[in-house]
């Protein structure tokens, strides 16, 4: 996950991404979810796996 997005390691990404791109990235996968009528548990759960990543993703 790390190296995935790490521009140095990954030419396919652009620059790093910061903290407010992951927030966007978040609010965006809530916001489909809720749209698509996902139960708000499952929701809660997969938001939980996706601040995991954060450490990994956000390297600026
Ligand atoms: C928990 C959140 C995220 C997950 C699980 C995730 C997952 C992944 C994975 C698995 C890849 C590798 C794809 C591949 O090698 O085929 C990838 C690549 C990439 N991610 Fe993320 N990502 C996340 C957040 C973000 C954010 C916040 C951004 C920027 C706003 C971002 C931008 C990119 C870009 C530009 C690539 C390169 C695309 C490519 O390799 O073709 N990602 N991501």
């Known amino acids: 996950m790390k190296d995935a997005h790490d521009p140095a390691k990954n030419p396919r990404m652009a620059l790093k991404s910061n903290n407010a791109d992951m927030?966007?990235?978040?609010?965006?996968?809530?916001k489909g979810a809720r749209q698509n009528k996902v139960p708000e548990d499952i929701i809660n759960e997969f938001g939980?796996?996706?601040?995991?990543?954060?450490?990994?993703?956000?390297?600026?």
């Open 23 to 30: 927030d966007i990235f978040i609010q965006s996968v809530v």
């Open 48 to 60: 939980k796996i996706l601040e995991s990543l954060r450490k990994d993703v956000v390297q600026r």
